[in-house]
Antibody
């Protein structure tokens, strides 16, 4: 059964880079047709898609965050990563990684990781 | 980007059927068949219940169904059970500007 799990620091300082790792088990992230994404949820902003990476390494980000976001992957370790630059308090949220539900990029996300809370504060 | 619009709360009695609506525009719900619905219990991750407007992932109860009319999508839950009490979020592909995914603000379902 495919599972995804977020990990990383629970605290980031303002203006610095927020970095998270998603570990995939029960499947390979370079399996043709699959895409892998990052999302976040906060009381103020609700649920928000951040960006995704495909099995081929192509990336696609939310245009509202695109200038600050890098999604990358280490296929050999079955991990993918999120870097969010110039963090502010508004980036405080629970961050989730997920697989896209089907080979169609826009079909939705399934499954999701349990989420990890990241607080941006000095 | 505009979020999709959902009612903040809805309630129903055990065994009843309820519908949760999600309003968007012709750039998202109305123009594309990429509406998905998620169930989220407190402290848990969202769970996909419906994708591509009407499709149920394997393992999701047949009591959950999705539909769309114009710029509004709906999630219907029949035969309400206590474990259905949760937050429900809609999501859609948006072609407004650079393509992206948008979410609704969520609807809290209370089972009476």
């Amino acid at each position: 059964q495919l599972q995804v799990q977020e990990s990383g620091p629970g605290l980031a300082k303002p203006s610095e880079t927020l970095s998270l790792t998603c570990t995939v088990s029960g499947g390979s992230i370079n399996t043709r047709g699959f895409h892998w994404g990052w999302l976040r949820q906060s009381p103020g902003r609700g649920l928000e898609w951040i960006g995704s990476i495909s099995y081929s390494g192509n990336t696609h980000n939310n245009p509202s965050l695109n200038s600050r976001v890098t999604v990358s992957a280490d296929m050999s370790k079955n991990h993918f990563f999120l870097k969010l630059r110039s963090a502010t308090a508004a980036d405080t949220a629970t961050y989730f990684c997920a697989r896209h539900a089907t080979s169609d990029f826009w079909s939705g996300f399934d499954p999701w990781g349990q989420g990890t809370l990241v607080t941006v504060s000095s | 980007q505009s979020a999709l619009t959902q009612a903040a709360s809805v309630s129903g009695s055990l065994g009843q059927s309820i519908s949760i609506s999600c309003s968007g525009t012709s750039s998202d719900i109305g123009g594309h068949d990429y509406v998905s619905w998620y169930q989220q219990h407190p402290g848990k991750a969202p769970k996909l219940m419906i994708y591509e407007v009407t499709n149920r992932p394997s393992g999701v109860s047949g009591r959950f169904s999705g539909s769309k009319s114009g710029n509004t999508a709906s999630l219907t839950i029949s035969g309400l059970q206590a474990e259905d009490e949760a937050d429900y979020f809609c999501s859609s592909y948006s072609s407004s500007g650079i393509p992206h995914v948008i979410f609704g603000g969520g609807t809290r379902l209370t089972v009476l």
